[in-house]
Structures are given as C-alpha cells and as structure tokens.
C-alpha cells in the first residue's frame, strides 16, 4: 500500500513539473519515470498513475475553467458531442490523461525488469 | 511469454501517443486538445486587460484604454507605431479569424483542411485571387507612406504572434492542429482583394449568354431588362450631366456571338445579399442643425464577427469606428472632422472572353489577327497531408483563363478568359488611411480619387456642414452592351478601351433635396452618358429609404435608428395586393382561407411576432421557383430572371408561356400558379406548427450568426429574434444582414451610436465573444465612447501600454 501512496505521489509531481515545460505527453513521461524507480505489481501498474493523472488533469481543468464560468468547456461539450455537460468533458479529459499515462506505466515497468535481470 | 511482453508494451505506448497525438478526420488530436496545459482549457479566458507589452519597433509609448465592451481606444505618437499597435491588438483579439480570412483570400484553405477544400482552392487561383493581390501589393509598394504603415502592422501582428507557446493559439488552431505562420504585407493585399471579390465578384455572364441564345434578343430584354420600370437612382435623377464632355466608345459592328457557352457550371459567386445602406441628411433636414451620417453594410453573419471596431488617436488626427482585421485605419467610421461610410456600387466589372488557342500546347491564341503568345501561372496548392497540387493556368492580356479543358470546360482549344477590375491592382489601403486623416470634403475626395475595387458608394458628411455620396471605382468605359455577354477574345474592339475618368464618376454634394443615400440600387438614371451595367440592382430598400427622407422636413437619431431597423416589406406589399384581387379563392378549404385571411390583414411590416411574414417568406419561395421551372429543367447554366422583374411578369403578362409549368399536361396562367403554391404554403406552415407550435416570423426564419467554420454548431448563435428580410431596409436574412449598423451626427466632436452582431473578441471562450448580438437583434445601439483626451479615463475598465522593445 505505502508504495502504492509512493508512486502515487511521485507520478503526481513529475507530472504537475513536467506540465510547465512539457506538451500534452508530460503524463506519458510521468507514469513512465514514476514506474521505473517505483514499480508496482499486477494492476497497480497501470491503475496508481491513471488515478494520479486522472485526478491531476481533472483538478488542473477544473480551476482554468471555473474562473471563467465554464463557458468555453460547455461549447466544447457541444462539440463533442457531450450534450454540452462539462462535467462530462472533465471526465473525458481525466480519463484521457489517466489513461495515457497508465500505459506509459505499463512500458516503464517492463523497461524496470529488463534491468533488473 | 516474458520477452512479449516488453514490445507488446512499447508497441502499446507508441499507439496511444500517435492515437492522441494526431487529427482524425474532424476529431482533434484529443490528448493535445484536452490536456490542461496545452489544449483547449488554456483558452477558457477572458482577455488579460491589465499589462505592459514590448513591442519591437516602437518609437514611442503607445497607450490603449479598453472600455466597457472591450473596444481599444488606441493612442500613438505617430503613424507608424499607430499602425503597429492596430495590427497588435487585432492580432491578440483576432488572431485566428485575421488569418483565416486570408487563407480564405488567397485559396491556400486545403493547406488548414485538407482535400475537402481542394475544389474551392483552386477556383480561387483561377479566379485570380493571389494574382490580383500582387498586383495590388505593387501598387502599394509604390507608395512609401501606405509601405511603411502596412509594414509597421505587420510587425505588430508578428510581434504578438512570437509572443505566443503553443498553448496559446486561438482554440480553433487546436482544433484544427495547426499554427499561425508569420504576417506578411501581401496578407493585407488579400484581404483587401477578399473584399473585392466578395462585392465586385458577382457577374453572371455566361448565363445571361445562355438566356440570349435560349430566348432570343425580344424575350431576353424583357426577362432581364437594364433599367426597370421603377428606378430612384443613388445619384438624383435631375442631375445635370452637361460638365461630361468626351466621347463614347462606339459599339463595333456586328452581332456578339450567340452560342451557348457549353459549360454546365460557373465558378461560385458571391452571396446575392451582400450590399448595404448608407444615407446622410444635411444641417437643414437635421433637427439640431448638424448632418448626420448613416452606415450598415449587409454581410453574412459571421463569428468572430467580420467588424472590430477601435479608436485610432494621434496627435495629429483621432478616428472612430470599425476596421475589418487584416486592413488598416477605420473602414467605416469618424474622426473629428468628417464621417464616412460604405456601400457597394455594383458595376459589371468582370467580362469573359472566348479565347482561341492555336494548338494544344496554348503557348498562343488569336487576337487581333495574330497569333499571340499566352503566359503561365503555376499555382502551387498544398494539401493537407496530400501531394502537392500544381495548377497551371494560361494568361491572356485580358487576365487569366479561367475555364478550360482542366476545368469545368472540355475543349483543349478554347477556354474563357476573364477580365476583371481586381486584376489591375491599386492602392486602396491609401483611401482609408487618408480618409482616417481627412478634415473636410477636399480631403475626402483626395482620399477617394485613387480607389479602384469594389467600388463603393462613398457617404460622407462633415463638421463644416458638407454631405456628399461619390460613387467610386475604377470602371471601364464600356461601349454600349459590352460585357454584358461572352466576348470575343481574338476582337480588339472587344477590349477593354479606356476607364472612366474619375471625375466623371456620378457624385452628388449638398444636392438641393438635403439627403443623400444609396442602398445597392441603380447609380444613376438613364441620362447618365456612360453606359451602366449590372444585373441585380437593388429595387426595394432604397425606395423605401427615399420615400422616407421626401416625407418630413426634419429627421433626428430616433428617426435614423428606427430606419435602419425597418421592417417594412416593399416587395411583398407590391404583390399581394395583385393576388388578392386575382386570385380564385372558391376552391380553398376553411383552413387555408384562414390562413389567406392572416396574411390579408397583414400591414407589411416583417416583425417576429407576426405569422404573416412567415406565410409570404414560403409562399414567395415556392412561387418563385414554380415560375421559373424552366430554367431548372433546362441544364445549361442560366440565371434566373431577378425578383423586381418576376413580380413585373406576374402581374403584367400573367399569361405568359413562362408561367407553364412543364410537369403538367394544363397550361397554366399566374393565377393558377398563386393557388398552387398557397395550397402548398398552407400544407407546409400546417405542418410546421404542428412541430414546433406557432409560425411568428422569428422563429420560423430563425436568424443565425455562424462561426467561420462551416457554422460550427458550438461556437455559433442560432434563433436569434431580429424582424426583417433580404428586401426590407433591416435586411436580416436567415444568415445574412446588418454586419455594423452606425450613426453618427457631426457635433464637435461627432456623436456616434454603433453595434453590430458579435462581440470584440475573437475568443468562444470569452463573453465579449458574442455579447452584442442580443442587443442587435433588438434594434440596441452602443453610445460610442469617443475620447478626447486619452487621461480621461472614467469610463475605461483597464489599459496597457505598449512600449519599445530594447
């Protein structure tokens, strides 16, 4: 569990780092470091970072687009199609992030146990 | 199993990056379009008001005050850096569209879009598109004052364009994952040539061509006449022509050639609607003893809207009003002195000539006698994720030949050349720079003299007490006829032989009636020595604007303001009274007649609330297109007759051979064809309620402002409730109308009211993206906030200032 909370927190931080200087892909980098130093076992893997991500992309969306009352986020929403919502589109945008970088896990791990052998 | 896994993983991570990466068909690349540092939430912003910029080659400090509806108030020391800071801050408010437009302009959309804008690309090129503006860029070259403003916006443009990270860029280059490239002085030429072809583009040639050789010279002349039998001209008919003293080209013997054209299909013309009102009263019609000035040009209905509108200030001058993104100076506007405003002046500047080439290579063609040699363009056309497209086009010294057997055409031999006023190049950037500066009427006509395309009517009005209206352009002086059908290209007398001298163009100041006005319609009346040509003159708005000056003595803002939100439908009073009287009603059920006794108690005016509007607007529709079957039914390309003259039919020759309609064994007469299309009419508005409850003008027309994307759904605004339509003086069409509705009365300083339908910023994210438009539809004006003295800020919201960049 504690290196679970572990790659949690580091995915969190190279990502939250990596967002000032890096293209949409900082996730990727992110789940892929965090994997490499801090491995986890079975679905962690892939789990740990997408929930990291997931909620970092959410967080991040949530406060740009609450300062200006979601009005560009419900047109998007449109364009989607979302049906407008854009606390469907936050999802989205959570899921995509989370998901990238999950996958990125799953390559750093396997990278890890090249190494290790 | 262990040494899959590993590849299997990075086969994965590779697909997911290029899978979120990358565009697919219309999807964004979703990674970079949803991630939160770098997408589209970047944009969920208001504009950041409140900072200092440096701006390379600033001379000196430039400050921008923005008031309440984000409208810059721009103070400069000088010209240039005046220029740069206007080419800045349209660039931070509209980035996408100021670039888009000239993509547009230019047919380089397949680059942004792909294979889908192939088609419309290179009708652009072959239209001269990119041609026209070099040559125009030439022109402007020549002159070192114009060169070095447009330079100077064009380093302001560029200055914020570097400014910009990826995660800055306007949402649809996001979207559309591209980035905007750097400005160029050509862009404003294409903008500029943009303008012109949108309102000196539309000719209908070939057609009319066509018609000739369908109809017969009897038949034609009646279908599609010069002049109509109602005529206010813009210029007053009892203007006396006598100072015109040179001779007129004589028309060459023979007949022009009677063949049909054998293409099917014409290049795209611009839309019908575009046109505009412009009117200006003297002191003496005014009630506060000043003249007062009115502008609205008639535009499609885009977002970012097609207007920005910006206080331009040195110490030298100090103008008011809207600039199109891309060109410099007020385009429709005021300064302290003068005001000024546009309308189209619809002129047949575009003729067609058959060319005759000697062999396959068209290396030559025949003209005058000779064999004479052709030139080549090569358009390069790049296509999105596409191999390049070249498109060669052969020039002949009338312009470019348009059609040929690469396009729409089939004989490897022959093609159409075309001659078009846009092709010549001129300076007419130089006119809105000076009109900007201008202090009285000499200054305005200084201003004009230059301007070549689109021709405008040019309204003016100043402090000193002046109004006028020139019509200028650069027009041919056409023998009479000429170019009103297919020219032979191997005829010199064919050819273009002279302009028309400036100072001949038909003009009007302080004409004795104290209005002047213009509305699209006739220039002039016959007496006119030169011969004047247009189809598709304008024959309602302006009787109604007409009528109205000759019907009081005095006219005030209240009075302009509810002008140019008038309703009243001319076109539709003009005929139904006929069909009223004519009409067999004995067959109607009890629903139909109720819906006859509707639009029968009907007083003509085209308001939201009302359903008659809605029972003309479909029965109009259907009536026309019924009447006219024949061209529908015939595949050659033809051109309807225009609506002044089908109502003229109907109610003169109601028994016209025309009024057939072929699908039926009857013959039938007008009268039959007001009852089929009323029964037709009742069926469809039945129906329609029965969807979507009562038919009021408002909702059933349902006016929109669309996103220049195709009206991208999200990013427009639908339904909007604005009364009028295409013939009414508030001409808003479905997507069509007011594009800036301006008054301005010539106090010192002038007085200005303004709107139009959008907001300032170019941003769907912000509200000052569409924040006018309700107050538009509403027939709501902005006082415009006219400064005077740039520390006087009480009603300013924030400033910046721009300052040179070490």
Redesign the interface.
């Known amino acids: 569990m504690k290196k679970n909370f572990i790659n949690f927190i580091v995915t969190l931080i190279i990502a939250l780092i990596l967002?000032?200087f890096l293209?949409?892909?900082?996730?990727?980098v992110a789940g892929?470091v965090s994997a490499l130093f801090f491995s986890l076992n079975r679905t962690a893997v892939f789990f740990i970072p997408f929930i990291a991500i997931f909620l970092f992309?959410i967080a991040?969306?949530f406060w740009?687009?609450q300062?200006?009352d979601?009005?560009?986020?419900e047109?998007?929403a449109?364009?989607l199609p979302l049906a407008g919502s854009w606390l469907a589109?936050l999802l989205?945008?959570g899921l995509?992030?989370g998901?990238?970088a999950g996958?990125?896990a799953?390559?750093g791990?396997?990278?890890r146990?090249?190494v290790k052998r | 199993m262990k040494y899959f896994k590993l590849p299997l993983a990075l086969v994965l991570t590779l697909v997911v990056f290029y899978g979120l990466n990358s565009k697919f068909g219309s999807t964004p690349p979703m990674g970079k379009f949803l991630s939160p540092n770098q997408g589209f939430w970047q944009n969920e912003q208001d504009e950041d008001l409140n900072t200092t910029m440096q701006i390379i080659g600033l001379e000196h400090e430039v400050t921008v005050h923005y008031d309440k509806h984000l409208i810059p108030h721009v103070f400069a020391q000088n010209n240039p850096d005046l220029y740069r800071a206007q080419g800045y801050l349209t660039a931070k408010h509209r980035l996408w569209q100021l670039e888009f437009q000239t993509f547009a302009a230019g047919g380089r959309l397949a680059e942004i879009l792909g294979e889908q804008a192939l088609d419309y690309d290179r009708q652009e090129r072959r239209r001269g598109m990119d041609y026209g503006a070099e040559k125009a860029l030439l022109k402007m070259q020549e002159d070192p004052e114009t060169l070095s403003y447009i330079e100077a916006y064009r380093d302001g443009v560029n200055s914020y364009i570097n400014e910009l990270d990826p995660k800055d860029y306007p949402v649809e280059y996001k979207l559309l994952d591209y980035a905007p490239e750097p400005w160029t002085i050509k862009k404003t030429a294409l903008l500029l040539m943009y303008m012109t072809k949108m309102l000196a583009g539309r000719e209908s040639d070939l057609e009319h061509t066509n018609a000739l050789a369908k109809f017969g010279k009897k038949r034609y002349d009646l279908l599609y006449p010069d002049f109509y039998d109602v005529n206010d001209p813009v210029i007053p008919k009892e203007t006396d022509w006598g100072f015109i003293n040179i001779e007129m080209p004589a028309t060459p013997e023979g007949q022009t050639s009677s063949d049909s054209i054998s293409i099917t299909e014409t290049i795209d013309k611009p839309h019908a609607q575009n046109g505009s009102n412009n009117w200006a009263v003297s002191g003496e019609k005014s009630y506060s003893g000043h003249p007062i000035l009115a502008n609205d040009p008639h535009l499609s209905l885009n977002l970012p809207a097609t207007w920005y509108v910006m206080q331009l200030a040195t110490p030298e001058h100090n103008s008011y009003g809207a600039t199109l993104p891309g060109a410099l100076g007020i385009i429709s506007g005021y300064n302290n002195h003068i005001s000024w405003g546009e309308t189209n002046a619809t002129r047949d500047v575009i003729d067609w000539y058959k060319i005759e080439f000697k062999d396959d290579s068209r290396k030559e063609y025949k003209h005058d006698g000779q064999w004479k040699k052709t030139k080549q363009r090569i358009e390069e056309i790049k296509i999105r994720n596409r191999e390049t497209l070249y498109d060669t086009i052969i020039y002949t010294h009338h312009g470019p030949v348009a059609y040929d057997h690469n396009f729409k055409g089939d004989n490897v031999k022959a093609g159409y050349a075309m001659q078009w006023v846009g092709h010549i190049g001129g300076n007419n950037q130089r006119t809105f720079i000076k009109l900007n500066e201008g202090k009285n009427y000499d200054d305005y006509l200084d201003a004009l003299k230059t301007y070549t395309a689109p021709a405008q009517n040019f309204v003016f009005a100043s402090t000193e007490g002046d109004i006028a209206l020139w019509i200028q352009g650069q027009f041919p002086n056409k023998w009479k006829g000429q170019g009103k059908f297919l020219l032979d290209g191997s005829n010199p007398k064919h050819d273009w032989q002279s302009f028309i001298p400036q100072e001949f163009n038909a003009h009007s100041k302080n004409p004795e009636r104290g209005f002047v006005s213009s509305a699209n319609q006739h220039p002039v009346d016959p007496s006119y020595p030169f011969y004047v040509y247009n189809d598709g003159y304008e024959t309602y708005r302006n009787r109604v604007i007409n009528d109205f000056f000759r019907s009081k003595d005095k006219f005030d803002i209240q009075d302009f303001k509810d002008l140019q939100n008038n309703n009243y439908n001319l076109k539709a009073s003009e005929l139904l009274s006929y069909i009223y009287t004519t009409m067999d009603t004995s067959t109607l059920t009890d629903e139909e007649t109720d819906i006859l006794n509707i639009i029968k108690s009907w007083d003509f005016y085209s308001e939201i609330d009302q359903m008659a509007p809605s029972i003309w607007e479909s029965w109009w529709t259907k009536l026309e297109k019924i009447v006219w079957d024949e061209f529908d039914a015939d595949s050659l390309a033809m051109l309807k007759p225009y609506t002044y003259q089908t109502i003229y039919m109907l109610k003169n020759h109601p028994q016209d051979e025309l009024m057939d309609i072929l699908s039926t064994p009857k013959k039938e007469t007008a009268q039959d064809l007001f009852l089929i299309t009323f029964k037709e009419t009742a069926e469809e508005l039945t129906e329609w309620r029965a969807e979507h409850g009562d038919y009021k003008w408002g909702p059933y027309k349902a006016t929109y402002v669309g996103h220049l994307l195709q009206a991208l759904p999200a990013f427009s605004r639908f339904d909007l409730n604005i009364g009028g339509d295409y013939n009414t003086v508030n001409a808003a069409s479905k997507n069509h109308g007011p594009s800036w509705r301006m008054i301005v009365e010539m106090t010192s300083p002038p007085t200005g009211y303004g709107i139009y339908p959008g907001g300032q910023s170019g941003n769907p994210g912000s509200k000052y993206y569409d924040n006018f438009i309700d107050r538009w539809a509403a027939g709501d004006y902005m006082d415009l906030l006219f400064m005077q003295d740039q520390q006087d800020t009480q009603d300013i919201i924030a400033s910046q200032t721009l300052t040179p960049k070490q």
Do not use: D, E, R
Not at chain 1, 70 to 73: E, P, T
């Open positions: 967002s000032q293209p949409w892909w900082h996730v990727m892929f992309w991040y969306a740009l687009s300062a200006n979601f009005i560009l986020a047109k998007i449109v364009l589109l989205v945008t995509i992030g998901f990238s996958i990125a799953i390559l791990k396997q990278c146990m090249l």
